[in-house]
């Protein structure tokens, strides 16, 4: 059974850097796109990116600018660079595994997401 | 970018159907999928490539697309099924081809 874990500092300050990291466990990180989603308090689910294990990668225009999603294979886990945070970063940040084919993407597997506040 | 319409919310009473929309232009071109968020949980993958379902989702759960409207069916409704809905597409037209549509509160009377 595939797992992931979200891990980094549930608090950063406006103008630094959130930074998290996605260990997957139960299965290789090889083959599949791996992406980061996120939720603020009480709204929808926002795409930010996603990665594949080869290291193409793919972003959100709305954040391109301030996002870098890397991979790393021999440790099983991807992370998620975010600069500049302000208080509208705020959110639940998942990571979840992208698969699927005919040109299609789903998210079949989630992490428990972990709450990450911009606040001074 | 691709719009995904839902609406905000949908009520049913136990044992009924419900039917959640997601509206977006020529979605029954595209592969939709459909995610079920608890309170306080991750969302869970409940249909993909349209009407498929997952290991361990009910028959109860079903999908359909056609034209511009997707469907997602939950039949014999429970007390447990009272969650968020999501729709998703991948537009591989697009420069950045995961959407999901803003999300239904189905609620349970």
């Known amino acids: 059974q595939v797992q992931l874990q979200e891990s980094g500092p549930g608090l950063v300050k406006p103008s630094e850097t959130l930074s998290l990291t996605c260990t997957v466990s139960?299965?290789?990180?090889?083959?599949?796109?791996w992406s980061w989603i996120r939720q603020p308090p009480g709204k929808g689910l926002e795409w930010i990116g996603y990665?594949?294990?080869?290291?193409?990668?793919n972003y959100n225009p709305s954040l391109k600018s301030r996002v870098t999603i890397s991979v790393d294979t021999s440790k099983n886990q991807f992370s998620l660079n975010l600069t500049s945070v302000t208080a509208a970063d705020t959110a639940v940040y998942y990571c979840a595994r992208a698969s699927g084919s005919f040109g299609t993407k789903f998210c079949d597997y989630w992490g428990q997401g972990t709450l990450i506040t911009v606040s001074s | 970018s691709y719009v995904l319409t839902q609406p905000p919310s949908v009520s049913v009473a136990p044992g009924k159907t419900a039917r959640i929309t997601c509206g977006g232009d020529?979605?029954?071109?595209?592969?939709v999928h459909w995610y079920q968020q608890k309170p306080g949980q991750a969302p869970v993958l409940v249909i993909y490539?349209?009407?498929d379902r997952p290991l361990g989702i009910p028959e109860r759960f079903s999908g359909s697309n056609s034209g511009n409207t997707a469907t997602l069916t939950i039949s014999r409704v429970e007390a447990g099924d009272e969650a968020d809905y999501y729709c998703?597409?991948?537009?591989?037209?697009?420069?950045?081809?995961?959407?999901f549509g803003g999300g239904t509160k189905l609620t349970v009377l």
């Open positions: 139960g299965g290789s990180i090889s083959n599949y796109f």
């Open positions: 998703q597409v991948w537009d591989s037209s697009s420069d950045h081809p995961g959407v």
């Open positions: 020529n979605i029954g071109s595209k592969s």
């Open positions: 490539y349209d009407g």
């Open positions: 990665i594949y294990y080869s290291g193409s990668t």
